[in-house]
C-alpha cells in the first residue's frame, strides 16, 4: 500500500501533560484522520469509537493495534509512538465515545443479504474468501476494515471515494485499441493494469496514443437497488471479518 | 613490462595521492571524481565525450559492486586513478577497483552499541587529501582512514550524539582543513560548521550556525531558543579558491512547524553563509526564507559559476532553493540578484530588492492543517544539480508535491524530534517530478522532462551532450542536453536517491549510479573501442586469451 510509506516522516510527539486528550486529538488528526475520519467515525478505516471493535476493547488492546499495527490490513503500526502518545491517542478515543456509548446496530438480515450479493454480480469483481474476482477490492474483512455509512456509499455512490491503489486507467495504444483496468502499478515509463478479466496488461508509454484517469469509479453505482435490499446488502457484508489477504494466500499454497 | 609497471607504482606512492592543488584543478582531470560535487564549483559536468548523444544507446552495465547494506544509498563514490572509494549506510567505506568492481578493502566504523542517532546512518561520501579519506559518522565523529588499506588513523568527535547531533555528509577538504556540517535540526540541536586538521583531527575552527550571545544575529532568536534552534549543516558546501571563501547552506530553525516560541528572522537558519576557509569567520550570509515554518532548509547545492548577468561577468553562486526559487547571489558580497519561481509555490507575493521574500497571507501551520506548496520535503532538496558549459543551463531534479501543514504548540525533549507539528498528514493529492533545464541568467525554463513521482535522485551533465539522472521509480536515464529527449534508461528496481559520476580509466568512459544496496557501472561495450577495431582476421588468428592477461598489456 502506498499510503503507508508516506508515514515515514516524524511523528508528533509531546511532554507528558494531563491535558493529553487535545494532544491526543492533534495526533490522532495529523495520523489517523485520513483514514478514520476526523472524529474517528470510519472512513477508508473502521469507525473506532461507535461500533464493535475487531482486535479488543481494552486500553492496552487499542495501544496494541496502534502500536503493532493490524498485519495484512491496511492499518498500518505505529511503532514510533511512546507511551506517553499511545496514552493520548487512547484517551481522545475514550473521550469521543465514552466506555458505554451505544454500538450501532443494523436493521437488515445479513443472510437475506447474501442472496442480493450473489444477484448483483458482486463476485464478478470482488472476492470472499476464496471465491470471487480479484477485479476489485477484497472483501474478505470489509466488516471489520469500514463504518457501515462507508459501505453503503460505496455500493450507492462509488465515486464518491476512490483510494489512489483502486484509480482506474484507460489508455488507448497506437493502433487504437482501448483498454480499461485497475491501476497496479504507474512510472515514468511504463503502466501495468488489471483488467476485468482479471488479466495483467503492461503497456509502454512511448506506445500509447492516450492514457486518462478514469474520475468515476470501475465499479456500477447500485442506486436503483430497493432500500430492503440494500439493508439486507449491509447487513451481510457487516458480517464479514475474515482471514486478512494475505492467510488466504496462504491457503491456497496449503492446497496444491 | 611488468617490472616497469611497479617501478611506476611505488614512484607514485612516495608521494601524497591527491595533494590540495589536484582538487582545485580538478575540472582538468575529468577522468576522475576527487570531491563529492566533482570538483571546488559543484558544477557535476565533466568534459567527457566517450560516451555520447550518438552512441548512449548502447551503454550497458558493466558491473555491479553488493554492499550488503540495505536502506537508502545516497553515496556519491570518488574516483582516483583507478580506484573508486564509497560508503554506505551502517559506518562503512570500501574501496574498489574501477574498472572491475573488484573490492580492494572495506572498513566499517564500529557504532558503538547503544548510541543514540538522530538520523539513522546513511552517508553520502567522503572527502580524500593526500593519502587519507575522511568519514563522518552517524554519531558525529569525523574519521580519517588510510587510501592505500581503510585502516583507521584518528577518529574525533564533532559534536556530542548524547544531544542528537548526527553526521550524513561527505566531508570537504580544503587545503590542510577538513570542513564539515552536522544533522540533527529536528532534535532541537544547535547547528554548527567545523574544520579539522587534516594532519591531527585536532578542531581547527568553528561557526555557530546560531550566534550565542553577544554575536550579531542573536538578538533575532526570543527568549532561550536559540539552544534548541536547529539551523543544521547537513549538506556539504563549496569553496573558492580564489576568494578563499566555503559556501554552506544552513538548514531549517527548530521546532520547525512552530514558529512562536522562535519568533524573530532566526539566523543563519535558511542562510546561505560565506565563511573564510582559514578561520571560518562570516564574511556574509543571506537569508532565503526569514523565520521559516515549513521545513525549508536552505541545505540545497550552492553551486559556483560565473557568468555575464545584466551585461557583467558576475561571479555568482546559484541555488534551487527547497522554498521553490531559484537563486542567484553575488558570490563576492552576498549581494541578491534574482529569484525565480521554478515549482508551484503558494506562499510568496515577491521580493524585495535585498531579497527578502514578501510572505502572502495564511501560510502558517495551524491546528486544522494549511495546505501550501512546495510540500514539507521542498521544491528541491538535497539533490545535486548540474550545470553545462556548452548549453549554459542548470539541470536539476523538481519535486511537484504540495502538503497541508499542522502545527501543534511544541515542547522540547531531549531525545524526541522537536517538531512542533503532528506529523504530515496524508493524502490522495498527487505528486509529480521534473527533471528541468533551466537558463541560470533568466530563471526561464529551458525543457521539462516529467517524472510520475517527486524525484530524490540528482544530475550529472557531459560534454558528450548528456544530462544523467535517477528517478524515484528507480529509472537510472540519460537526456540529451539540449532538447530534454530521454535517449537511454534502465530500470534499476529501486528508487534512485544519490547522483551519478562519471570517469575514465585505461581510455574507456564509465558511469556509475549506486541503487538499492547496489552500485552499477556502465560502460560501452568494448568492441566499439579503438583497440578493439584492429583487423578481425589478426584477433581470430590469435590464441584465445584470458581476461586478466589482457589487462596487463
Not at chain 1, 88 to 94: A, G
Not at chain 2, 45 to 54: A, E, G, K
Not at chain 2, 536 to 550: E, I, N
Request: hydrophobic share 40%; proline share 6%; with cysteine.
Amino acid at each position: 500500500m502506498r499510503i503507508t510509506l508516506l508515514f515515514l516522516l516524524p511523528l508528533a510527539v509531546y511532554a507528558q501533560s494531563d491535558a493529553g486528550i487535545a494532544q491526543g486529538r492533534a495526533a490522532f488528526r495529523g495520523n489517523c484522520a485520513f483514514c478514520h475520519g476526523l472524529n474517528a467515525q470510519g472512513g477508508r478505516g473502521p469507525n473506532l469509537v461507535s461500533a464493535p471493535l475487531h482486535h479488543g476493547d481494552t486500553d492496552s488492546d487499542l495501544k496494541n493495534s496502534i502500536k503493532n499495527g493490524i498485519p495484512g490490513t491496511p492499518m498500518p503500526a505505529f511503532s514510533g509512538f511512546g507511551d506517553d502518545e499511545l496514552d493520548h491517542l487512547v484517551k481522545f478515543l475514550r473521550s469521543l465515545s465514552g466506555a458505554a456509548a451505544p454500538k450501532t446496530t443494523l436493521s437488515g438480515d445479513a443472510k437475506a443479504g447474501r442472496d442480493v450479493y450473489e444477484k448483483n454480480g458482486c463476485a464478478g469483481c470482488h472476492r470472499i474468501g476464496l471465491s470471487g474476482s480479484v477485479f476489485g477490492p477484497d472483501l474478505t474483512r470489509i466488516g471489520a476494515a469500514r463504518p457501515v455509512e462507508y459501505l453503503r456509499e460505496s455500493i450507492v455512490k462509488p465515486s464518491a471515494d476512490i483510494a489512489p491503489e483502486w484509480e482506474g486507467v484507460t489508455v488507448v495504444d497506437n493502433a487504437g485499441k482501448r483498454t480499461t483496468g485497475v491501476r497496479i502499478n504507474e512510472d515514468t515509463f511504463t503502466l501495468q493494469l488489471r483488467t476485468m478479466a482479471q488479466k495483467f496488461a503492461s503497456f509502454s508509454k512511448q506506445e500509447l496514443r492516450t492514457l486518462s484517469y478514469e474520475k468515476k469509479s470501475l465499479m456500477p453505482a447500485y442506486e436503483k437497488l430497493a432500500p430492503a435490499d440494500l439493508d439486507n446488502l449491509l447487513a451481510y457484508l457487516a458480517t464479514l471479518a475474515g482471514g486478512a489477504g494475505n492467510t488466504v494466500v496462504k491457503e491456497v499454497e496449503t492446497r496444491r | 613490462m611488468k617490472r616497469a609497471a611497479l617501478t611506476l607504482l611505488c614512484l607514485a606512492a612516495a608521494s601524497a595521492q591527491v595533494p590540495y592543488e589536484r582538487i582545485v584543478n580538478a575540472a582538468r582531470e575529468p577522468q576522475n571524481w576527487l570531491t563529492y560535487w566533482g570538483d571546488y564549483s559543484a558544477i557535476r559536468h565533466r568534459t567527457l565525450d566517450q560516451i555520447n548523444t550518438s552512441n548512449i544507446r548502447d551503454m550497458r552495465l558493466e558491473w555491479v559492486f553488493q554492499t550488503g547494506q540495505t536502506g537508502a544509498f545516497e553515496t556519491v563514490p570518488l574516483v582516483v586513478d583507478g580506484v573508486m572509494y564509497l560508503t554506505a549506510p551502517e559506518g562503512y567505506a570500501f574501496a574498489v577497483d574501477a574498472r572491475g568492481g573488484r573490492q580492494l578493502w572495506s572498513y566499517k566504523y564500529p557504532i558503538p552499541a547503544g548510541e543514540k542517532l538522530c538520523c539513522g546512518t546513511i552517508n553520502r561520501g567522503l572527502a580524500i587529501l593526500g593519502d587519507r579519506l575522511y568519514q563522518v559518522t552517524p554519531n558525529a565523529h569525523l574519521i580519517a582512514l588510510d587510501s592505500r588499506t581503510g585502516a583507521l588513523i584518528w577518529d574525533s568527535e564533532i559534536a556530542p550524539s548524547s544531544q542528537y547531533y548526527g553526521g550524513t555528509l561527505a566531508p570537504l577538504a580544503v587545503k590542510d582543513k577538513i570542513v564539515v556540517g552536522v544533522a540533527g535540526g529536528e532534535w532541537g540541536i544547535r547547528g554548527l560548521i567545523d574544520a579539522f586538521d587534516a594532519a591531527t583531527g585536532k578542531r581547527a575552527w568553528r561557526f555557530w550556525a546560531i550566534p550565542g550571545p553577544g554575536e550579531p544575529g542573536h538578538e533575532t532568536w526570543s527568549g532561550d531558543s536559540w539552544k534548541n534552534g536547529g539551523a543544521p549543516t547537513w549538506m556539504t558546501g563549496t569553496y573558492d579558491p580564489d576568494l578563499n571563501l566555503i559556501y554552506w547552506g544552513v538548514g531549517n530553525p527548530g521546532p520547525d512547524l512552530s514558529g512562536d516560541v522562535r519568533k524573530g528572522d532566526n539566523l543563519y537558519s535558511c542562510s546561505l553563509v560565506a565563511l573564510d576557509a582559514d578561520t571560518g569567520k562570516l564574511k556574509w550570509h543571506f537569508q532565503f526564507t526569514p523565520h521559516d515554518t515549513h521545513d525549508w532548509d536552505a541545505n540545497e547545492t550552492p553551486m559556483l559559476l560565473n557568468l555575464k548577468w545584466k551585461g557583467r561577468d558576475r561571479k555568482v553562486v546559484a541555488q534551487a532553493n527547497r522554498n521553490g526559487f531559484f537563486y542567484l547571489l553575488d558570490r563576492t558580497n552576498g549581494e541578491f540578484l534574482m529569484a525565480k519561481a521554478f515549482a508551484r509555490q503558494s506562499w510568496a507575493a515577491g521580493f524585495d530588492e535585498k531579497g527578502r521574500p514578501k510572505p502572502l497571507p495564511n501560510i502558517e501551520p495551524t491546528e486544522q492543517g494549511v495546505r501550501l506548496c512546495p510540500g514539507v520535503a521542498g521544491a528541491a532538496n538535497w539533490m545535486a544539480p548540474s550545470y553545462n558549459p556548452a548549453t549554459g543551463w542548470f539541470y536539476f531534479p523538481v519535486r511537484e508535491q504540495c502538503d497541508v501543514y499542522y502545527a501543534e504548540p511544541p515542547v522540547f525533549v531531549l531525545g524526541k524530534p522537536y517538531w512542533g507539528s503532528t506529523g504530515r498528514a496524508v493524502s490522495d493529492e498527487k505528486e509529480w517530478g521534473l527533471l528541468k533545464a533551466l537558463d541560470p541568467v533568466t530563471g526561464e525554463t529551458k525543457w521539462d522532462f516529467r517524472y510520475f513521482r517527486a524525484p530524490w535522485g540528482g544530475t550529472m551533465s557531459t560534454s558528450g551532450g548528456l544530462i544523467f539522472s535517477g528517478d524515484e521509480d528507480g529509472y537510472f536515464m540519460a537526456f540529451d542536453a539540449r532538447t530534454g529527449k530521454n535517449l537511454w534508461k534502465m530500470s534499476t528496481g529501486m528508487a534512485i536517491k544519490t547522483a551519478p559520476i562519471t570517469y575514465m580509466v585505461a581510455g574507456r568512459q564509465y558511469v556509475t549510479m549506486p541503487s538499492g544496496g547496489v552500485l552499477l557501472t556502465f560502460a560501452l561495450p568494448e568492441r566499439t573501442e579503438p583497440e578493439a577495431k584492429k583487423p578481425a582476421k589478426l584477433a581470430d588468428q590469435a590464441p584465445p586469451r584470458k581476461p586478466s592477461s589482457r589487462r596487463i598489456e
